[in-house]
């Protein structure tokens, strides 16, 4: 658990701009009729860690 604290105070800031990099290649490749499973997939990982990060380290009272 104390892994989830230390990236949401470390981390958080990397995959925010990971996240919205990601998103905006899956609209561009949308837009473009391409392929987004590799962009897809790190847009859920990222968006997967920043919530499961504030979530544990709101519960830990951190």
């Not at 949308?30 to 790190?42: E, L, P, R, V, Y």
């Not at 990222?46 to 499961?52: A, D, P």
């Given at each position: 658990?104390?892994?989830?604290?230390?990236?949401?105070?470390?981390?958080?800031?990397?995959?925010?701009?990971?996240?919205?990099?990601?998103?905006?290649?899956?609209?561009?490749?949308i837009?473009?009729?391409?392929?987004?499973?590799?962009?897809?997939?790190?847009?859920?990982?990222?968006?997967?860690?920043?919530?499961?990060?504030?979530?544990?380290?709101?519960?830990?009272g951190?």
């Amino acid at each position: 658990m104390i892994a989830f604290v230390f990236i949401s105070v470390y981390f958080i800031p990397v995959l925010a701009i990971v996240f919205c990099l990601n998103l905006v290649e899956v609209l561009k490749k949308i837009k473009n009729d391409q392929a987004t499973g590799k962009n897809t997939f790190w847009l859920t990982l990222s968006f997967m860690l920043i919530v499961w990060s504030i979530a544990v380290t709101a519960a830990l009272g951190s």
